[in-house]
């Protein structure tokens, strides 16, 4: 008994379904097969269904250009309200609370290290930001052309 029921229930429900789908959608989006000048027309038809709609759908909406623009502008300043005060706590939580993970100092390991040519400045093994390799061979050449 209750799955007869179900199934009552069940199939009312997709005859519903379809039936609110067909009625809701109001024009096709292909022409049906045919000849050339048929499918031609269809398109037309189509056409001038869809305008036909749109203005309806503007002639619903009493809408005045500045109520457009007053409307624009209300969801602008409610977007700055809500985004500026995310913005600054999101800045203030990185600065505060979240470690910042730097290159230890030391000696970079063997595979970070990796040269295949050497650099095309006085200095051939540093790297042109390495500033403490700049200095030790700076002094190196001092110590070698004394």
Known sequence: MF?????????????RRTTQTAQR??????PLAGP??????QSIAHLRARVARQKEI????????AEEVAEMWKWIKISFVVATPV?????????L???????PHGPLPDYMAIQTREFPWECETCALFDL??????RAEMAQEEA
């Open 3 to 15: 799955a007869a029921r179900a199934l009552q229930r069940s199939s009312g429900l997709v005859a």
């Open 25 to 30: 959608r109001s024009a096709q989006t292909v």
């Open 36 to 41: 050339k000048d048929e499918m031609i027309a």
């Open 58 to 65: 503007m002639d619903a909406t009493q809408h005045s250009h």
């Open 87 to 95: 913005c600054v706590l999101s800045v203030a939580k990185d600065v």
């Open 97 to 103: 609370f979240v470690e910042h993970v730097h290159r």
């Open 132 to 137: 403490e390799c700049w200095k030790k061979c």
